[in-house]
């Protein structure tokens, strides 16, 4: 290929090795030296020197973010435990591990998991539900505002790009922050404030997901120092999708229609960019802003082209941009695409900057050539511009063009199945966890720290997030994120149901949303977390009345550098954690994303993230009649506690404030778990169950707190009835966080029923509900009583974000 | 080139400008600043006339019941310092988007003026100034722009003080 105006001919078929590096990183395209030299190779065998667009394509399509080829390549590792080394070699440990569950578990309710962009579950005979997460930490990092709302965005078009498309329903929203407390002078340079990154991101999910008219119904925020310089921001939506709607083939001869917003510099090299460790020099070029509106444009025009038939396959344009998603589109037929067509919001970009922008809100078609006409007309009526810049082809290539020139013709099956697959080291040393001395607190100690704890970063009222955004929009929104008998008090809800009555006429039917995350166990053992994770997930969905048989979760890694042997065996292990639980829980993962590489360099100094697994579950429930929220239903109704407490303080809120150094980390039992929450199901549908709520972080003590000022009744528990493993004191009782434990609310007419279907596990009577305006706790045994007035404990709850 | 500002009329409540000010008090960036004002600003560039400006600012841009319009000429040497006219204020931080960045308003503003009747073609960026009373000094003002009031990634600032 000669060289030509517009697009350069780049030299590496005489390069040595050293050189290809310093070309990889020079024209940031991330690319290890295998990869490199599988480039050389491919274009060695064509005789000729690949084009600076070719360059790009293979970079972008080859990236961590597009192939997630850490995850899919070769792992060595190596498990310590107690002094011994077992070693193990996964060939791809998305297969071998999170996706092994889904097909061993092989649920029929499954319609379509890992392979498109989100995955779909049974919903009724005619829809299905798609349930996608996404993470856009660097961006966030460096702008906010408009990282956190490309986020946003970014996600909504997975679920646009689901099938032929589905109609987007409810958005969450899942951050990891520094401490906002964090002194200026103590923020690095370079860095944004923590306060200021949480106030820009959150307006940014605001603004996104309120003009796009989709509520933000679930979420959690997680404050650590560690993610001061590279906050995680997860953003997720949920859709619904007719089942006739969810197979997508392109056919040789389908013309490619890009709809949407214009393409510009936005962004280039956000996918590679994505592996690249972050630093003050970080190009502005990669920072991209959010259009919700013609977001929302191409949501209504696309959503009535779907329903006419007009097209054969859709998907969005997400990282890697035109290249990514006509690559994607593309790979079993092939493709020529003219860039000089696509519009554009300014001149001057080169070829390579067209084809690998990641401007926002566009989305590609696939349209048969008969329909050419009808789906350019809708696009107009809602006034979105659509252009066809070029055709599906069935030579397996992939052609450019830019005006009469070709600037890139390669082969899709190189693009897509030639990438070298890496082999990485990795190593994980299991902690030995030592149980800590044992806690005794003065009643008036006990008080404060249920104070403190309410008053916890991780545990405070969230309120002033929840609020700014829209979370009844579309009005479907049944079970909300805040719950209480006033606006004033309103406690914490588990998860969220979403009633779609609108969307599906005459449905009785309902989808719960909700998620878990438990860093802080895992800066001591990341099998723990991610297990202590998946449980969570589905407790807090079982608690508003989600069947436990009919969940189904997502899972988004967040990790270090993975080149080092520690944080990638960190990993190795909490995806075999995600295995064992998906297996025992019979919970199938539906889909899932990783963001590696989530690492901050300022001068000579590496912050690293301590490693966060977000898992988010989507289910359906039977009927939303049957739904129920946490606070407190009325006086006199009896307080029971469902599960084992244990001695568990590791990486808990109390061994925070009391700088308690061992502790052992909450570990899963599914065993007994599943039971129970399948006998809260059947509860809950009887209508046995008043109120319910699980205990996690800040035990058993903040758990009930909060139904007791939420509802504005107060309670007395007797910790002595409380049922324990081991012996424990009752500070240990009430703070604990070992997981599989519900409180409910049970009126004392329904004991006796309630009581029969929990026979055989563990069940303890504890207290009950009362009209005085107290929080009691008694233990006879200790001698210790404490109780506080619910104002009390709303203000320490719900002062700590107030801003 | 002119310059559009929309500001809240003083008997309604500046939500925006009290909210900034309660930022730079609790960030730990100054004490001593003790009031803002909040203005949004569009730099409109094109061959409008005067009056087709001042259609602009009052049916499209503001809300005439709860906010007010200032038009001035933008940029160039003969551009006015016109700080007193507005607002009794010792600074103004102005504060808009880098070239290349995309402005989403912005296109949403060529759009509607067309969609006015106005068939012009025109260029609009759009901006956010903060007139500020206190005693403060520059390197404040600075750490104010810069640490709250702006990205300097995506967007540049200005600091115009009174003597």
Redesign the interface.
Known sequence: MKSMKDCDVVEILNLSDKQLVSLSKKNVLSLSLAEMKTLQEYFKKLKRNPTDVEMETVAQTWSEHCKHKTLTGIIEYIQIKNGKKTKKTYNNLLKETIFKATVELNKKWCLSVFKDNAGIIDFDLKNGVAFKVETHNHPSA?????GSATGTGGVIRDILGVGLGAKPLANTDVFCFGDPTT??SKVPKGV??P??IIK?VVSGVRDYGNRMGIPTVNGSVYFDHDYMANPLVFCGTMGVIPKNKIEKKVSPGDLILVVGGRT???GIHGATFSSVQLDQSSD??A?????P??EKKVLDAMLSARDLNLYRAVTDCGAGGLSSAIGELGQKTGAVVCLDKVPL??DGLYPWEVWISE?QERMVFAVPPKNKKKIIEIFKKEDVEAVFIGQFTKDKKLVLKYGKNTVANIDMSFLHDGIPKPTRKAECKIKEEKLQKTVKLTPSELLRVLKKSLADLNVCSKEWIIRQYDHEVLGQTIIKPLQGNNIEISGPGDAAVIFPYAVIKGTKKGIVLSNGLNPSYGKINTYKMAASAIEEALRNAVCVGGNIEKLSILDNFCWGNPNKPEILGSLVCSANACYEMSKAFSVPFISGKDSLHNEYSIGDKKFSISPVLLISAVGVIENVANTITMPFKNSGNKVYILGVTRNELGGSVISKIKNIKDGIVPNVYPKESVQIMKGIYKAIHKGLIESCHDASEGGLAVAVSEMSFSSGYGVNINIDYIKTADTMSAAEILFSESNGRFIVEVEPKNEHRFKEIFKGLTVSEVGCVSDNNFVIFESQKEKVKFKEKLTSLINSWKNTIS? | MFGIEIFTKTNYKDSRGEYVLYDIN????SKSVKKVKYCSLYIVDGNLSLNEIRMIASCLLSDNITEGYKITKYGGKNSKCYLNNIFVSKAMIEVVY?K?????VS??VVKAVKDLGINKDIKVKTGHRYYLSGKFSKTVLDNIAC??LS?T??QEYKIKSMK
């Open positions: 460096l702008e906010p505002y408009g002194k200026p944004h404030h306060k200021r820009g510009g510099r936005d502005v070029s920072v991209q802003i959010g259009n509106i013609v919001k300014y401007a801003w | 609790s960030s730990g960036v880098k290349g960045v995309t402005d989403t296109s949403s640490k709250l990205n990634l995506i």
